[in-house]
């Protein structure tokens, strides 16, 4: 079916995972290996990007946003032009090549002409609701409730969308979500806690972990008697996408920093947990008591800045307040396009939570203790 059954585009998407084990892991051999294969998936679009003839962007078409559509008049469409999740998946990989090109000291002519071509992609945009559009028109609608969130893409699982640096957009992800509800299959139910968690509200999070465990015995929404993931007959997306949602909760590495507890429910007063990796080849042990961190251990694998952000305020020899970017390579932010902003769009301002921010020099093979 074209609503589901039309997406080449893919690639983009499964690049992004071979980039993101270089960023944990620091293994160049790995990325040297596997760095042809997302020059091709770069290359395919290159050659496969088209030039929207109203602004003079360059779009994916045809497009869709997965299994979803928008109400064209009396009709029900799903293959568009310019998807914004395509258009996330299209500026996260070029911006992933010319960075592992970079690393691996090649391809600077291509990396240039995909600099420029990244130029050309249309920048996300803010529609009259206060969402983030789906689509390049503004068809979002306030009471749809599909399953699908695909156009939170660049929240996640990219890494396009921050709190501290686009909060407009952060805001306006927040508010589709919203529209979209709670109620899903259970693998939406998955993805939705991760994105809960990247938006920084635990609670939120934690009740749809909940919502997600609830046994069902037929239809989807929740998970069966023998722990499979509620949306017949099976999708383990449901299952890992929930562990992977509660690790979001207790840890981030994604936006600049190692963000710790950045999404911890009121009901996980204390607790602790250990052997949580972050991008930089840095693995993280922690105790809090009273929401607030009383023991922090640290293993760098790699060395280099450790940057970390928290809800609290510290004060130990080892740590230093941060200035300035991230020196460490495995941390770099995405310089995005300034959001279009629809006018008449609802201006929302969002509730961030004050956080602290420190740097601290580690060795490879060292382990620190922070107390």
Not at 67 to 75: Q, S, T, V
Not at 163 to 186: I, M, N
Not at 358 to 369: F, L, N, Q, S, V
Request: proline share 6%; charged share 20%.
């Amino acid at each position: 079916g074209a609503s589901w059954g039309l997406w080449p585009h893919s690639n983009a998407w499964l690049s992004q995972h071979l980039w993101e084990h270089y960023l944990y892991s620091g293994d160049k051999a790995i990325l040297k290996e596997y760095y042809p294969i997302m020059k091709g998936a770069a290359t395919y679009f290159v050659d496969a990007l088209q030039k929207e003839p109203e602004h003079g962007w360059l779009i994916v078409s045809p497009s869709i946003s997965p299994e979803h559509e928008y109400i064209d008049g009396k009709n029900q469409v799903s293959v568009t032009a310019g998807a914004t999740m395509d258009n996330q998946l299209v500026f996260g990989l070029f911006t992933d090549v010319i960075k592992a090109a970079a690393e691996l000291h090649v391809d600077k002519d291509f990396t240039d002409s995909l600099v420029n071509y990244q130029s050309q992609l249309p920048p996300m945009q803010i529609g009259k609701h206060g969402q983030l559009q789906e689509w390049l028109e503004d068809f979002d609608r306030t009471d749809d409730h599909h399953r699908h969130v695909s156009h939170l893409y660049g929240l996640f699982p990219g890494n396009q969308i921050s709190p501290f640096r686009q909060p407009q957009l952060f805001a306006a992800v927040k508010r589709s979500l919203e529209y979209r509800g709670d109620v899903s299959t259970g693998w939406s139910m998955a993805w939705k806690i991760n994105l809960w968690a990247r938006l920084l509200d635990g609670n939120h999070a934690y009740k749809l972990i909940k919502d997600q465990i609830k046994p069902v015995t037929g239809g989807s929404g929740g998970t069966y008697p023998n722990l499979f993931d509620a949306h017949p007959p099976f999708q383990i997306d449901g299952n890992f996408g929930c562990t992977s949602g509660i690790a979001e909760m207790l840890l981030q590495s994604h936006d600049g920093a190692i963000y710790l507890l950045p999404a911890l429910p009121d009901d996980w007063k204390d607790g602790s947990v250990s052997g949580l990796m972050a991008r930089g080849g840095f693995k993280i042990d922690m105790t809090w008591a009273g929401h607030k961190i009383v023991k922090l251990v640290i293993h760098s694998s790699l060395g280099g800045n450790c940057r970390l952000r928290l809800n609290q305020q510290m004060t130990n020899k080892l740590l230093a307040a941060a200035n300035g970017s991230n020196k460490n390579r495995f941390y770099q932010v995405m310089d995005l396009k300034t959001p279009i902003v629809k006018p008449g769009s609802e201006s929302i301002a969002p509730s961030l939570p004050k956080t602290w921010v420190y740097d601290m020099p580690t060795a490879p093979g060292k382990t620190y203790i922070i107390e």
